[in-house]
Structure formats: C-alpha cells, structure tokens
C-alpha cells in the first residue's frame, strides 16, 4: 500500500519556466512533508518542508504548498534551470510517535536549456 | 557541514556472502536510518536506530540485520545475500532538536550492491 505517491514518474520543462512537481498521500495522521533532491551517485539532499499547520513554504525559488483536503502537496521552482535537473522525493511523517519517514518514489524532471 | 560516510560506493558480492555495509556521521547524531532505493519503488526503510545499541525495523526488514555499538557508526548486514538484494543503499541521519524529533535527515553517497 503506497502511502506517498508521485504519479508523474518524470517531467521536462523549459529553462526559465515553472516546474511543478505533485505528490498525494493517503494517511491523514501525516503532519510533516519534505522534498529532498537527488543527483545520480548521490545520497538525496534536503529542499524544503512543510509542517501541516502551514498551506505554504518559500524558499528562494522553490515553494511548497500542502492541500490537507485534498492530502496533496506540490513543489514549484521558478524559474527552472538546467541544474535542476535531479530526481525529486516527496516524504510524509507521523511525528506523533515514529521516527520514520515514508518516501514517494520519485519524479525526474528535466529543465531544458 | 553534516556529513554522512558509507564504507563503499560500488560493491559486488556472490549469493549467499555476509556483506556489512558501513556508515558514519560526523554530527553526533542520534537517529540513523538504512534505506534502500529501487527503480519504481522510491526509497523503503529497512532499519533505523534513534539511540546506541537501539534498533527498530522498517518497512522491509527481512533479510537485514543493523548494529549500533557507537553513536556514529550503523552497520547493515545481510546475513546470506540474495540476488534480489541487488539495490542502492542509503544511509541517513538527522539530530534530536531540543527533545522534540528533527525532520531533517542527512543522507550519504549511497552503495550500489550487486548480488551475482
């Protein structure tokens, strides 16, 4: 049962446009959401997180918004640039009790120069 | 700067081999966590440990053992390997923020096993 899901398996977007990158999830305990980036032959680096209190985040050029109705959060960056090309994680977490987190499995975007 | 350390980028092991895997972080930490990565599958937790000699399993356990006998070293070890534990391997840590959970975890470089 896939709790984080980003159905877009990749995207290419322009250089200077918006990439908007979706992610949905089904457990509504869920009060935490991040999004890592990842680079072939490396470990993912964090992005930008959200905490369920807030519908919006800014940073810089990336911007996460979080649907808690729609138990859908999206990333935007703007503008987009070749060095944004990676793969891009979702992650959700109870923060109640566990220490865990549960990974989407990732979108790969592709900014064209 | 966090740093997070595994003891091989690219290994290849025989079916049935013990193969420890290594990780070390710099940052005095207490969470660490193993995670491995597949096409399609995104990243699943296998073990993580929020303390010294404390384990708890993840998603997808079977198969992996871990130890922690020091704050900042957590090994993974697959007692007999398997071909179908070919995969990326990714080590992470993240700190304890004032008692409360940090949300933010620290990964390393990754190690591609393959299992033939």
């Known amino acids: 049962d896939q709790q984080v899901k980003q159905n877009s398996p990749s995207l290419s977007v322009q250089e200077g446009r918006i990439s908007i990158l979706n992610c949905d999830y089904t457990n509504s305990m869920f009060d935490y959401f991040l999004w890592y980036k990842k680079y072939p032959a490396e470990g993912p680096t964090f992005l930008i997180s959200i905490s369920s209190i807030k519908d919006k985040n800014e940073d810089g050029r990336f911007t996460v918004f979080l649907n808690k109705s729609a138990k859908h959060l999206s990333l935007h960056i703007v503008p987009s640039q070749p060095g944004d090309s990676a793969v891009y994680f979702c992650a959700a977490s109870d923060t109640s009790g566990t220490y865990k987190y549960i990974f989407g499995t990732g979108t790969r975007l592709k900014v064209l120069a | 700067d966090v740093k997070v350390t595994q003891s091989s980028r690219y290994l290849v092991k025989r079916t049935g081999e013990k193969v420890f895997l290594e990780c070390v972080q710099d940052m005095d930490h207490e969470n660490m966590f193993w995670y491995r990565q597949d096409p399609g599958l995104g990243l699943r937790l296998i073990y993580f440990?929020?303390?010294?000699?404390?384990?708890e399993k993840g998603d997808i356990p079977e198969g992996y053992s871990v130890s922690r006998e020091k704050k900042e070293r957590f090994s993974l070890i697959l007692e007999s390997a398997s071909t179908n534990q070919t995969s990326m391997y990714l080590c992470?840590?993240?700190?304890?923020?004032?008692?409360?959970?940090?949300?933010?975890?620290?990964f390393g470089p990754g190690t591609r096993l393959t299992v033939t």
């Open positions: 992470a840590s993240s700190p304890l923020m004032g008692g409360t959970f940090s949300y933010e975890q620290y």
């Open positions: 440990s929020y303390d010294v000699k404390m384990k």
